[in-house]
């Protein structure tokens, strides 16, 4: 099998890529290395890929038609594409409102076309996230839940990510699955990410920023749990039934809302250092809690997600005084 990953030198890219390619599978990777975080880290990401047999890489941005289509034309061979390239960030799409349209809009809508063009794609499975849900109070989050009040630019391009991929179910019979992403975190993680940030400041005895003064809570979940349930949502085409089209909608969570004041001591304890903080109020755009209820990816792809952040936090602090040298 020949798999297509956009945003393949991203933190969940890589590590999916290196899950198929070690069992076996083609994987043909595209990324646009933008520079909106460090891209000497997305660099290494592909340096690791590069080691292993069947992976083949090309730097092209999906928002770019004859770019993609031209991927397509030089590797007839796929049959499933993951689309995890995004333009990432709550905060960001404050900033930069446009990143946001370009790559998770047009360049979504890029990938929608490529694949129904093709005559070999069997399988589109995309990455939404955990925002889609903005100010939801009733936890935890179900996929059976409105999600049409979104709070953050950023949580209202993945969910029309979700519409757009629903309509070409529709229209064209494109097996799909979107895949609801909850705070993910581990080894080669993200630079603009809670658990990167904050280990980086304590090593460096800087003070953090905690938002609404510490009274948050996230469903913080490892990253092999995550590609655990990518590689299954990969493998279970959905299908149609008499009502909807062969589109599906998954949480990918730990199914835990854990304290983020007590994610923050296990930083410290893993790094022997006590955080300096500073209370700041809750950010524009930004939720207190995320909790995923994930019986509906238990149900139909056998999800069990099994790494506690009591487990996950030292990985993640190791690999970070591997990968930095401190």
């Keep these: 099998m020949t798999v297509l990953i956009t945003g393949a030198a991203g933190f969940?890219?890589?590590?999916?890529?290196?899950?198929?390619?070690d069992r076996g599978e083609q994987v043909v990777g595209i990324d646009n290395l933008n520079d909106y975080y460090d891209v000497t880290l997305k660099q290494?990401?592909?340096?690791?890929?590069?080691?292993?047999?069947?992976?083949?890489?090309?730097?092209?941005?999906?928002?770019?038609r004859e770019a993609l289509a031209g991927v397509f034309a030089r590797n007839p061979g796929i049959t499933r594409v993951l689309h995890l390239a995004a333009q990432a960030g709550v905060r960001y799409s404050l900033i930069n409102p446009y990143a946001y349209a370009d790559t998770n809009v047009i360049g979504h809508l890029c990938v929608l076309e490529a694949c129904r063009h093709s005559e070999t794609v069997e399988h589109l499975v995309y990455a939404s996230s955990s925002s889609v849900y903005g100010g939801n109070k009733d936890m935890p989050f179900s996929v059976e839940d409105r999600v049409d009040r979104p709070i953050s630019l950023y949580a209202a391009t993945k969910k029309s990510g979700e519409l757009m991929s629903w309509c070409y179910a529709h229209l064209?019979?494109?097996?799909?699955?979107?895949?609801?992403?909850?705070?993910?975190?581990?080894?080669?993680?993200?630079?603009?990410?809670?658990?990167f940030i904050f280990t980086k400041?304590?090593?460096?005895?800087?003070?953090?920023?905690?938002?609404?003064?510490?009274?948050?809570?996230?469903?913080?979940?490892?990253?092999?749990?995550?590609?655990?349930?990518?590689?299954?949502?990969?493998?279970?085409?959905?299908?149609?039934?008499?009502?909807?089209?062969?589109?599906?909608?998954?949480?990918?969570?730990?199914?835990?809302?854990?304290?983020?004041?007590?994610?923050?001591?296990?930083?410290?304890?893993?790094?022997?250092?006590?955080?300096?903080l500073n209370l700041e109020p809750l950010q524009p755009g930004d939720v207190p809690e995320t909790f995923a209820d994930i019986a509906a990816s238990q149900r139909d792809l056998g999800f069990e997600p099994k790494t506690t952040i009591r487990e996950g936090i030292p990985r993640f602090v190791d690999w970070y005084r591997t990968y930095h040298g401190c």
């Design 44 to 64: 290494a990401r592909l340096a690791e890929l590069e080691k292993q047999p069947g992976f083949s890489f090309a730097k092209i941005d999906i928002a770019d």
């Design 201 to 276: 400041a304590i090593l460096e005895g800087r003070p953090i920023s905690v938002f609404n003064k510490g009274e948050m809570k996230r469903d913080f979940t490892y990253i092999d749990d995550i590609v655990d349930g990518v590689m299954r949502a990969l493998d279970h085409i959905p299908s149609a039934t008499a009502d909807d089209p062969p589109h599906a909608i998954y949480n990918l969570g730990n199914h835990r809302s854990e304290a983020l004041m007590e994610f923050i001591g296990l930083i410290e304890t893993a790094t022997g250092k006590k955080a300096e």
């Design 12 to 21: 969940i890219g890589m590590h999916c890529a290196a899950r198929l390619l």
């Design 172 to 195: 064209y019979g494109l097996p799909q699955t979107g895949l609801r992403f909850f705070t993910v975190y581990g080894p080669w993680g993200r630079p603009d990410m809670a658990a």
